[in-house]
């Protein structure tokens, strides 16, 4: 079996991706992403004018986004991209993720 390959219960071939980043252009802080991972990876911030991440809760906040907050939390499941409307997210192989 190829480096980083796992079986499923019946035996498909699966690779698990990890979530590497998420594109702040592309988000459009909808959350769907964030009720499907129970792992604890991704945290809502505010976007201010100028473009920097505050607390969400910040009056500055011009819009929402999703961030990684615990990459290592993630355990490569997919769902969160499957549940994404606007393509944001980047996966990465664990061969990947560890050699950055």
Known sequence: MPDGMHLTRDGTPWVPLYLDAIAME???GCGRCFKVCDRGVLAMMGVDEDGELIEPDDDDAERMVMTVAAKGAC???NACA???GSGAMT???AAEAMAA
């Open 75 to 77: 355990i490569g499941c």
């Open 26 to 28: 592309t988000c459009i």
């Open 91 to 93: 996966h990465v192989t």
């Open 82 to 84: 499957r549940v994404c």
